[in-house]
Nanobody, 115 residues
Framework: QVQLVESGGGLVQAGGSLRLSCVAS????????MGWYRQAPGKQRELVST???????NAADSVKGRFTISRDDVKNTVYLQINSLKPEDTAVYYC?????????WGQGTQVTVSS
């Protein structure tokens, strides 16, 4: 069982930046991949970005060049650096862990971007 706790969300103006963190209750060394998803009001949850323990990154086209995922397996933490925020980035951001096909989710952290 892995518990995930996100933090770092908030209210920012368009063009601003935030750094989201996701701390896992267990070692993430073998969890492959770790990732971030988001869900805007009235929309389905969508992939933002994932990262494998080998450092391979997958990201949605809408965030490429603005969002950067990283992981620290010593600290059992995954980060999402989000820059050049747009109002359409407003959503609840969820951390995800895929442990041999078993999915774990955090409670989410709200990101609100004002225009």
């Amino acid at each position: 069982q892995v518990q995930l706790v996100e933090s770092g969300g908030g209210l920012v103006q368009a063009g601003g930046s935030l750094r989201l963190s996701c701390v896992a209750s267990a070692s993430i060394f073998r969890i492959n991949p770790m990732g971030w998803y988001r869900q805007a009001p009235g929309k389905q949850r969508e992939l933002v970005s994932t990262i494998t323990n080998g450092g391979n990154i997958n990201a949605a086209d809408s965030v490429k060049g603005r969002f950067t995922i990283s992981r620290d397996d010593v600290k059992n933490t995954v980060y999402l650096q989000i820059n050049s925020l747009k109002p359409e980035d407003t959503a609840v951001y969820y951390c995800n862990a895929n442990e041999w096909g078993k999915l774990y989710w955090g409670q989410g952290t709200q990101v609100t971007v004002s225009s």
